[in-house]
C-alpha cells in the first residue's frame, strides 16, 4: 500500500502581523503627536503630567500605548482572516515612523512651534 501524499500545508492570512505592522506605525505617529500637543500647549502639558518627577513624558507614553493597543487590538480583529496588501501597510506603517520621530526631535518641533 501506498501512502497518501502529502497535502500541501494550508496558507496562513497576513492580516494578523499586518494588523501588528500598522499598529505600531499608528502607535509611533501617536507618540510624536501627543509629544507635539504637549510641547506646543501649557494646558495639554498639565493633562499629560500624570507623575510630577516624569511631566508629561509620562502621560504622552501612556497615550500612545494605549492607542497602540487599541488600533492593534481592532485591526487584528478586522484582518483575521483576510490577506491584505502587505506593501502598502509597511510603506504607510515607515512613513508614520519618520513622522512620529519628526514630531521627537526637538529642531524639528522648534521649527514647527516657530521658536
Known amino acids: 500500500m501506498t501512502a497518501p501524499p502529502p497535502s500541501a500545508p ?8 499586518a494588523a501588528a505592522i500598522l499598529a505600531a ?3 509611533s505617529l501617536a507618540l510624536g ?4 500637543a504637549g510641547d506646543a500647549s501649557p494646558l495639554v502639558r498639565k493633562g499629560f503630567s ?4 516624569t511631566g508629561p513624558l509620562s502621560g ?8 497602540w493597543l487599541a488600533v492593534w487590538f481592532w485591526l487584528s480583529r478586522r484582518w483575521a482572516r483576510r490577506d491584505v496588501n502587505l506593501m502598502r501597510v509597511n510603506a504607510s506603517s515607515f512613513m508614520m515612523l519618520i513622522a512620529g520621530l519628526l514630531l521627537t526631535f526637538p529642531p524639528f518641533m522648534d521649527l514647527l512651534l516657530g521658536k
Open 10 to 17: 494550508e496558507a496562513l492570512p497576513n492580516g494578523p502581523g
Open 25 to 27: 506605525g499608528v502607535g
Open 33 to 36: 503627536a501627543c509629544a507635539f
Open 50 to 53: 500624570l507623575w510630577i518627577p
Open 60 to 67: 504622552v507614553t501612556l497615550a500612545a500605548i494605549v492607542v
